[in-house]
């Protein structure tokens, strides 16, 4: 059926019997939950229709989790996560009031979507999904009360609960239970805790002992009441770990505690989130509410303004003088500077920046004007429109109008400059230095101070790498040429005592508003006090082994069309389809070449997941040797641990060391070895790496061998020997591997060849793969319009279509789509669904058609037709209001499927 109006009801009702089941079901319930109609509802158990933080699939948990339902919901709403039998989950808040010998429940639609995969937990028939296990099991949100299972008194938990880390206290008795997964979560081994009370006290934070699920409290006789809190407790390690606490508690008839049934759930990483970000709100407050920075926020979507106290005292404004309106800003402005038609244009920069250097004349509250430097960022939305600027100055204790005087600018500079990381050296047109930071005069050994205005190249002593030779004289060059020197790494910087230094510099021409030429600024540091984050060298090194991948991609394109362009012509001649198999076969694996390249390109950071790292080895180094010299072998145990990792990044770690190998040998290729291991290791046998279970990769090449003495420098960032490398490729391997609490070494033997060695940890989690299944053709009836400007295309799209059962009409552009659309609209003859290409070469596109066509119809159902196939690109089509994607090239299989499950009857 089709999905859900967005038009629907905010609020259903459903009708219960006193065990919790369905006996009817308004006609907005069955909407919500994509039944076709109500009565498909009926029989079916209440907890059934949401995401529980357990599955009840005994009839004893069922019973307990209607029990917990009911006592949350008897005197205020509970927010819940509602999981339709088709679709995506939806916040829903419910409400049970007793109705006759039953119960009627109240639910109120929530505004946005929560955070639920349907691919990983979405029921598809009436039973329950299988539990999750424990260690991915989401944390509740702190908004929502969970609801959970109590189990009965017994010898066993019910079932679906072994794998959780339950625990249940007899308070009279002070016996209790705990689950091996409860122990587990503090490091402990299950015969490691003793079942009792006293063992739960010891664990426990002393200052949260208020916290305890047994904290004794008042309740009504034979009472059960849902609790959640949160305290630490101490794992084996010694350190103190958060946890929260959900459950119920059971009174006796004196209406005190008798027992306690609950569930842990670590939030440690969930706390260090929130005290960062406190400890960052604090700082920021505090600069902004009693330190000295000058600081203003226009908002142009919600026109609003913020300025920090010390804004308003730069100026002389006392709290409250300025108005929280963008306007205001424009005001304190010189009117030749800001005129009314220009607002907000003063902001505007043709390059797009998002940061920019502005110089403005603000207005003093006593009329006078101040000439302030100030920096900005400026945020804009896709389409480059300007919704809001942020902007600071450093407020200074003695500053002068534009009338009475000017401000030394060497003082602004030389307090800003003293806190950078680089050397900073700035030269006056002469070359004559002017003034030298910290960091510059430590690198150099030099003061300006000792002498009257030294010349650039004798306070930057600079020597070619090469021989030594004095290099020619950088600011000379600079301020004839105009251009800069930028990331220079053939030189060496001489100090005073003559030690030579390592340097990555760059030297830039300084300019003032009519671009005159007022000096130089030369920047330089020292490469081993560099420290870039792992995402800044993969991004950094991204675009240079694209470059050296793309003469094998050709050929191993060429060969594929090949494959596909003599299959179809030979099919033609011969008009024998059986040779059509082979042609389809290159075309998918065409496909998925492109596919990992586009996800190579993009780099995109994706979350960790469980994998066979040995497919990421295969499939990096099929893709990195295509059409090169270089001989491939893959030695690789069948039985390989699985890993935890960031796929995007750890592709990123192999083909770099395949590349470097690759390149080590030369043009004249070489053997290139894969060799994948199980390793137990002890204490200390590897460095850096405490003892357990890994997986080792090693990359091993026949070229020529590392020097001794680079060996320890290869991981350093920018350190390379090629002359078009850029240093960073093994510092992007060493950063991710340390990243997922790995090492990666190196071993080498002149001329006998190199090998790099990975080791990751092995992970105990379960394998996240997809089931596949063999393509079916799905046969379907409706009516479909197409559109596409390729002539060639549109026409095998009409007769895939015709295939399928379904009637088409073809359009080349939007501006046809739409005038079809509207024509069968009229007469209340919708199309069932509408395929549409992105690009339209001189027409509207899909993206654009789609917008007019919701405005025409919002039912339209929409299938993007897009050659991007990545799980990004999917996304962000479908939350413009596509409902599918039709991933280019495609099958008739593959259009079947979607326009099945567009329109409800996959």
């Known amino acids: 059926m089709p999905p859900p109006s967005t038009q629907s009801k905010t609020t259903a009702t459903i009708s219960l019997d006193a065990a919790g089941h369905i006996l009817a079901a308004s006609s907005s319930a069955a909407e919500w939950w994509a039944a076709t109609e109500p009565e498909e509802l009926r029989g079916l158990f209440l907890g059934e229709l949401f995401v529980l933080d357990v599955l009840a699939d005994t009839p004893e948990a069922r019973e307990a989790e209607w029990d917990v339902l009911r006592e949350s919901t008897r005197e205020a709403p509970l927010p819940l996560t509602a999981l339709p039998l088709e679709g995506e989950a939806f916040a829903v808040e419910l409400l049970l009031k007793p109705d006759g010998d039953g119960y009627s429940a109240n639910l109120k639609r929530g505004a946005n979507t929560v955070g639920f995969s349907p691919s990983t937990g979405r029921r598809t028939g009436n039973g329950p999904p299988a539990p999750a296990p424990a260690q991915t099991m989401p944390t509740p949100a702190p908004t929502a009360q969970p609801v959970i299972p109590t189990p009965d008194t017994g010898t066993s938990w019910p079932g679906g609960i072994e794998g959780l880390a339950f625990f ?48 004794p409290e008042e309740g009504a006789p034979w009472d059960k009441r849902p609790y959640l809190a949160e305290f630490r407790m101490r794992h084996k390690n010694g350190a103190y770990i958060w946890v929260q606490s959900v459950g119920t508690k059971h ?69 409250g003088d ?34 920019l250097h502005r110089e403005m004349h603000l207005r003093h509250k006593d009329g006078t004007f101040y000439n302030l430097m100030v920096r900005l960022t400026r945020i804009t939305n896709r389409h480059g429109d300007l919704l809001r600027v942020l902007g600071f100055v450093i407020e200074e204790e003695a500053l002068t109008n534009m009338d009475e005087g000017t401000r030394d600018p060497r003082g602004i500079a030389a307090a800003a400059l003293d806190h950078l990381q680089e050397g900073v050296v700035l030269a006056d047109p002469d070359s004559r230095v002017f003034l030298m930071n910290p960091v510059a005069r430590r690198l150099t050994g030099r003061d300006p101070a000792e002498s009257d205005l030294p010349v650039l190249n004798e306070v930057l002593d600079l020597r070619y790498r090469h021989d030594g030779r004095p290099a020619r004289d950088l600011g000379d060059e600079v301020l004839a040429a105009g251009n800069p020197v930028v990331l220079s790494k053939d030189l060496i910087l001489a100090a005073a005592d003559g030690t030579p230094r390592e340097i990555v510099l760059s030297c830039h021409p300084l300019r003032d508003a009519a671009q005159r030429i007022l000096g130089t600024v030369t920047i330089f540091r020292d490469p081993d006090e560099m420290s870039l984050t792992p995402e800044e060298l993969v991004h950094s090194n991204r675009l240079h082994a694209l470059g050296l991948l793309a003469s094998g991609i050709a050929h191993d394109f060429n060969n594929l069309l090949t494959s596909i362009m003599g299959g179809v012509s030979l099919a033609r001649e011969t008009h024998e389809t059986d040779i059509l198999e082979n042609a389809e076969r290159a075309c998918l694996d065409a496909k998925n070449l492109a596919r990992q390249l586009l996800t190579f390109a993009r780099g995109r950071v994706t979350g960790k997941k469980v994998v066979r790292v040995e497919n990421t080895v295969r499939d990096t180094l099929r893709l990195a040797t295509a059409g090169s010299q270089v001989r491939p072998e893959i030695d690789i145990e069948s039985d390989l641990h699985l890993v935890e990792v960031e796929l995007s990044r750890i592709n990123q770690v192999f083909n770099n060391l395949i590349i470097n190998a690759m390149q080590a040998m030369g043009d004249g290729g070489g053997k290139l070895r894969a060799i994948g291991r199980n390793l137990s290791l002890g204490e200390g046998e590897v460095s850096d790496l405490p003892k357990g279970d890994y997986v080792k990769i090693t990359i091993e090449d026949s070229g020529p061998g ?15 020997t090629k002359k078009q490398g850029t240093g960073l490729g093994l510092s992007t391997v060493f950063a991710v591997v340390r990243d997922h609490e790995g090492v990666v070494t190196v071993s080498s033997q002149m001329g006998k060849g190199t090998a790099f060695a990975v080791y ?3 992970t105990d989690k379960p394998l996240e793969e997809e089931l596949k299944r063999a393509p079916e053709l799905k046969f379907g009836t409706g009516r479909i319009l197409f559109m596409d400007d390729d002539k060639d295309l549109t026409e095998l799209a009409a007769g895939m279509l015709k295939r399928l059962d379904y009637e088409c009409d073809l359009a080349k552009n939007g501006e046809e789509a739409l005038a079809l659309y509207r024509r069968y609209l009229k007469v209340d003859h919708p199309y069932d669904a509408v395929i549409l290409d992105l690009t339209i070469a001189g027409g509207m596109g899909g993206e654009e058609t789609l917008q007019h066509l919701l405005d025409l119809d919002p039912e339209v159902r929409a299938i993007v037709s897009s050659g991007y196939n990545s799980e990004e690109t999917a996304d962000y089509y479908l939350a413009k209001g596509f409902k599918g994607v039709l991933a280019k090239p495609y099958r008739s299989e593959d259009m079947g499927k979607v326009l099945r499950r567009v329109l409800g009857k996959a």
């Open 168 to 215: 249940e206290i007899d308070v009279a008795s002070g016996d209790c239970r705990f689950s091996t997964p409860w122990k587990v979560m503090l490091g402990y081994a299950d015969n490691e805790l003793e079942n009792r009370h006293e063992t739960l006290i010891k664990l426990i934070h002393p200052d949260d002992s208020d916290a305890t699920p047994d904290h």
């Open 760 to 762: 990751l940890p092995k």
């Open 706 to 720: 590392i020097p001794p003495d680079y060996l320890d420098r290869i991981f350093e960032p920018f350190f390379t």
């Open 251 to 319: 009174f006796d008839g004196s209406g005190h505690i008798s027992r306690v049934v609950g569930l842990h759930i670590d939030i440690q990483d969930r706390k260090l989130v929130e005290e960062e970000a406190l400890e960052n709100e604090d700082r920021f407050l505090t600069l902004l509410q009693r330190g000295n920075l000058a600081f203003f926020d226009l908002d142009f979507r919600h026109h609003t303004t913020y300025f920090s106290p010390a804004w308003q005292r730069l100026l002389g404004y006392d709290a």
């Open 322 to 355: 300025l108005a929280d309106m963008p306007d205001t800003f424009r005001k304190l402005l010189k009117p030749s500077e800001a005129q009314p038609d220009e607002w907000p244009r003063i902001f505007a920069d043709p390059e797009n920046r998002p940061t």
